[in-house]
């Protein structure tokens, strides 16, 4: 089946939904005919992006709710559940950059990442697989990892471990599903983006002391890619024909991602000491 065949007619709840992939992922599913249920912390942009899907003859409702709120989160599936119908795709995606060395990086900071990043994801998986699982009615989740899922690179280690922690998250949650017998209905997968077009870089946090050079320089470079960067529409075409193919790692570029993969196999097979590269090869960030 195609993209549209598995998801038209759906309801799609995206949270990160105000700018980026996020935003993408929305706009297609819109195309596809789905309902498009916008989370964000970002009142005015879902607001601006709920009207514009409508305006195109599609369906949408925005819904604000910050992901590291566990009840708000709970609060937000409950109402969707209620006023807008079954969930047939959640999008776990929003989240947040920090440049910086680690003992740079404020202690607040850390915690943003980590609590926006991975409890973002963990708050939506309790919040609606249980719903999910009990409509026994085809349903996805998708849980935003990244390109960063898969590599290692200094000055945005807070943001690398969090992409690593949602894909280990992910590939469990796969083998749960499986294990609670849900498999039948209930897909699993994992997305990781390549370096795809969004305001991440310039949103995100840095260091108030220490080497604040090295960590505005990181953010210049990373500037730099988002430059060459996938268009987000684009990249949520080539993640919605993936999913409907029943694939498990959805990735926005796949000979660019896949050999970032394949170079974090080799380094593990190996067993290498990471090796700090001049060069850039692989773009880590983008959700």
Not at 77 to 103: K, P, S, T
Not at 120 to 145: D, K
Request: glycine share 8%; charged share 20%; proline share 3%.
């Amino acid at each position: 089946m195609n993209a549209r065949e598995t998801f038209s007619g759906g309801v799609a709840v995206i949270t990160g939904a105000g700018a980026g992939i996020g935003a993408g992922l929305a706009r297609h599913a819109a195309r596809l005919g789905m309902t498009v249920v916008l989370v964000d912390v970002d009142a005015a942009a879902i607001a601006a992006l709920r009207e514009e899907l409508c305006a195109a003859g599609g369906s949408a409702h925005d819904i604000v709710c910050d992901v590291r709120d566990a009840v708000a989160v709970q609060t937000m599936a409950d109402r969707v559940y209620q006023d807008v119908g079954a969930v047939r795709l959640l999008v776990n995606n929003a989240g947040v950059e920090q440049f910086g060395y680690l003992w740079d990086t404020p202690v607040d900071n850390w915690q943003r990442v980590m609590d926006i990043n991975v409890s973002g994801v963990f708050h939506g998986i309790r919040a609606f697989l249980p719903h999910m699982m009990a409509t026994e009615s085809p349903a996805w989740v998708w849980n935003l990892s990244s390109i960063g899922g898969v590599a290692v690179v200094p000055l945005q280690a807070p943001y690398i471990v969090s992409k690593h922690a949602v894909l280990a998250l992910t590939e469990c949650l796969h083998l749960e599903v499986q294990a609670a017998g849900h498999d039948h209905h209930l897909h699993i997968q994992a997305v990781l983006p390549g370096a795809v077009v969004s305001n991440i870089f310039e949103s995100a946090g840095g260091v108030q002391s220490g080497d604040t050079g090295a960590a505005e320089a990181q953010r210049s470079a990373m500037l730099d890619i988002k430059a060459e960067a996938m268009d987000p529409l684009s990249a949520a075409e080539v993640v919605f024909e993936q999913a409907a193919e029943g694939k498990f790692y959805l990735l926005t570029q796949p000979d660019y991602v896949g050999s970032a993969m394949s170079e974090r196999a080799r380094v593990l097979t190996s067993q290498e000491a990471p090796r700090l590269r001049t060069e850039r090869r692989f773009d880590p960030a983008q959700n």
